[in-house]
């Protein structure tokens, strides 16, 4: 871009939006570049809704003011990131209408992926109702599958989560990995709850983290199988003072005492997630059977872990939703975490995100139609 023939206004509008769009330039590189390698443009990443907006005001601006040539510029620019666009917005509308019938004589499956938080576990005056407020969206929904990340049971009394899954909603075939167990009978971890036989159950362990993991099994869905994946990946593990203090900075305060603290916890947390993403990967790729790939991935599709993990599968928001489809109930209202992904030889007809604030993730779910083959 140049600066010649521009007022005194105009080029501290142009000073900006340099800044801007070299910003969003480094933003594209996110995707390609190991965190290990160089790790800010994953923390750029978190934030390209914002740059993208920002950009396209500068467009705006440069039309207004018929400053063609520093237009195209701009046109060049957003170009150059329609990759990272496709992955990220989705195109399509009618996403709250009926869903499209499927084809004849196809089976149709119902997928839900959800962060449950522990059913709310810590709320100790309100964890059984906020938890049955989740059974009751379950039950309404009547998904085919369930991926549970941050699951919770206990063996016996009111938190009993397995027990009313199996024998209140129907769930006879499950498969749950535990991450902790304490007193020999409250347990954490991930779960596949299924009404259809699950087989050769097994899990993703990760060198770098105890409590993220992979669960996955093989269903057996009327005669085809097809194997299920449940990932929790890496979080960056920000206490809530440092989410405050976060927000404190986002409103012009500058906290100096925590911002290096928060910066080597969004450093940890995208190292240790490319390295996970690049292990369960290489498990979808080995996969004998076509797979689903659901979870909480704690990163956004601009994301190298985003990028690694969704290669040569279909990101069922994509098809069937429009927008950045926010799951998060947290700190940015355009952060997508939670994910179903298809192999390529099934079709998703209906996929939504429930945006109810029963935990701090939504549940996402599509029906998957099934190849006919």
């Known amino acids: 871009m140049r600066a010649g023939g521009l007022s005194l206004f105009d080029k501290l509008i142009y000073f900006f939006n340099l800044i801007a769009v070299i910003t969003l330039l480094c933003t594209y590189t996110a995707p390609y570049i190991k965190p290990e390698t160089l790790w800010f443009p994953a923390a750029l990443a978190l934030g390209y809704p914002y740059t993208l907006m920002l950009n396209l005001l500068f467009t705006a601006y440069w039309v207004w003011r018929k400053k063609w040539r520093q237009f195209l510029y701009m046109v060049i620019v957003l170009a150059l990131g329609y990759n990272m666009l496709a ?27 959800y962060n449950v938080r522990n059913f709310d576990l810590y709320n100790w005056k309100d964890n059984i109702p906020a938890r ?7 039950r309404k929904e009547n998904p085919d599958i369930i991926c549970f990340q941050e699951f919770y049971t206990e063996d016996k009394g009111e938190l009993h ?11 006879k075939y499950y498969h749950f990995e535990k991450t902790l167990t304490l ?10 709850f299924s009404k259809y036989p ?28 097809v194997r299920i994946f449940n990932a929790h990946l890496q979080s960056f593990k920000l206490a809530n003072k440092e989410v405050q203090h976060i927000n404190e900075i986002s409103g012009g305060g500058a906290p100096e005492t925590l911002v290096f603290g928060i910066l080597a916890k969004l450093r940890n947390g995208f190292v240790k997630r490319s390295a996970q993403a690049r292990i369960l990967q ?3 790729q080995k996969s004998p059977y076509p797979v689903i790939v659901c979870g909480d991935f704690n990163d956004v599709p601009a994301s ?26 947290g700190l940015l209202p355009t952060l997508r975490i939670d994910y ?5 030889q099934f079709t998703p007809y209906d996929f939504y995100i429930i945006n109810k604030n029963y935990s701090d993730h939504y549940a996402v779910i599509c029906t998957i139609e099934m190849p006919k083959k």
């Open 87 to 113: 992955k990220t917005f989705a195109f399509q509308t009618g996403s709250n209408l009926p869903p499209t019938p499927p084809a004849a004589g196809t089976q149709q499956v119902k997928v839900m992926s």
């Open 132 to 138: 049955d407020r989740m059974l009751n969206l379950i």
């Open 161 to 171: 989560n397995v027990k009313l899954l199996v024998n209140e909603l129907g769930y």
């Open 183 to 192: 007193r020999g009978k409250d347990h954490w971890g991930e779960a596949i």
């Open 198 to 225: 699950l087989q050769n159950p097994d899990r993703i362990v990760f060198s770098n983290s105890t409590g993220n993991i992979v669960a996955y099994a093989d269903a057996d869905i009327n005669g085809k199988t």
């Open 282 to 284: 290489d498990y979808i």
């Open 304 to 329: 190298y872990a985003y990028h690694t993990i969704s290669k040569n599968l279909h990101d069922a928001f994509l098809l069937g939703d429009f927008g950045f489809g926010n799951t998060y109930n």
């Open 340 to 344: 179903i992904l298809l192999s390529k």
